[in-house]
């Protein structure tokens, strides 16, 4: 399974927060540039944990940086994120709640001083679209984040991604909305984009909103499969389909949508993609303790 995004570089930098290593982080962070392949590393470090625990003497040694800041914010969503679980709100305590919306509200504290201090950087706004969903900050708010972003980075893959999150139903869109701006972000973009997978995202959104045999009938639906093959046709199966991160998740995620769509030609195509690396997104939806064995079982059903 794809881990620290097939990057040695994220890997090196995660080490390195393991072992509360800022120099090693700081100038992990620094070799690149703020824009996608810095969201990866980013997207890492907020899962490690003890990040929480020394990088405020990193703050405190270089009052004037923004990176320990961003690293802080970052990781502070993160470990709210793991406070509330990914359990729908109903099966998440009051407990549970008061420690996440505490940790985001100061997460939020590091990331607008950030973005203070680097005024051009897109992270700290990505990074905020996440915590705003937890504070629930509304649509109007959620909307500025989102501009933020796109302002700086137009195309900005993770962006379009937690803005999808934050219009689908379950965070208080819907389906129209979520559809609407899936393909609309991917013909903004040009032809070989990532933001084609948020088409695939969106259907997949959709086919978990649903119960019983309506999922199977939504899937294979002559419109959904017609539109999946738009998006992977301009994406991932397009001659110029743009590498880096995000490149693995895409060729899965359109795997699992033909697959789930009953369309074996695509499916296959899009399995072949992989390259055989699986990403953990969006395979848990099958199968959490396992999304290796659900690759592997779709993989096998449409004769890949």
């Known amino acids: 399974m794809e881990k620290d995004c097939g990057d040695p570089a994220v890997t090196r930098v995660r080490e390195a927060a393991e072992a509360g290593d800022w120099a090693g982080v700081r100038d ?24 929480e625990e020394w990088i405020h003497r990193a703050i405190a040694a270089e009052p004037d940086s923004a990176l320990p800041l961003l690293v802080a914010g970052t990781r502070y969503v993160g470990w709210g994120w793991e406070a509330r679980t990914g359990a729908r709100a109903t099966h998440v ?14 997460a939020e504290t590091f990331l607008y001083a950030a973005a203070e201090r680097e005024p051009d950087w ?51 869109g819907s389906h129209e909305e979520m559809h609407a701006f899936a393909r609309a972000s991917m013909l903004k973009a040009p032809e070989g984009s990532l933001l084609g997978q948020l088409v695939a995202l969106a259907h997949i959104e959709h086919w978990l909103d649903l119960d019983g045999e309506a999922c199977a009938q939504y899937m294979r639906g002559s419109d959904v499969v017609r539109s999946l093959r738009e998006a992977a ?37 899009c399995f072949d993609a992989t390259g055989g690396v699986v990403s953990e997104f969006p395979w848990y939806y099958i199968n959490g303790g396992d999304p290796v064995a659900a690759y592997r079982n779709y993989r096998s059903s449409v004769g890949a």
């Open 28 to 51: 992990g962070l620094a070799a690149r540039p703020d824009n996608g392949d810095r969201a990866g590393m980013l997207w890492t470090l907020s899962e490690v944990a003890g990040v």
């Open 93 to 106: 305590s009051r407990a549970q709640f008061e420690v996440f919306h505490e940790r985001l509200r100061r």
């Open 122 to 172: 897109v992270s700290p706004w990505q990074v905020l679209q996440t915590s705003g969903r937890g504070l629930e900050v509304g649509p109007v708010v959620a909307q500025r984040r989102f501009e933020a972003v796109v302002r700086r980075d137009p195309f900005h893959l993770r962006a379009h991604q937690q803005h999808l999150q934050q219009v689908c139903r379950k965070w208080g």
């Open 233 to 269: 046709d301009r994406s991932v199966l397009h001659a110029g389909f743009a590498a880096g991160d995000g490149r693995v998740q895409a060729c899965n995620s359109f795997a699992m949508a033909f697959a789930l769509a009953g369309d074996k030609e695509y499916a296959r195509r």
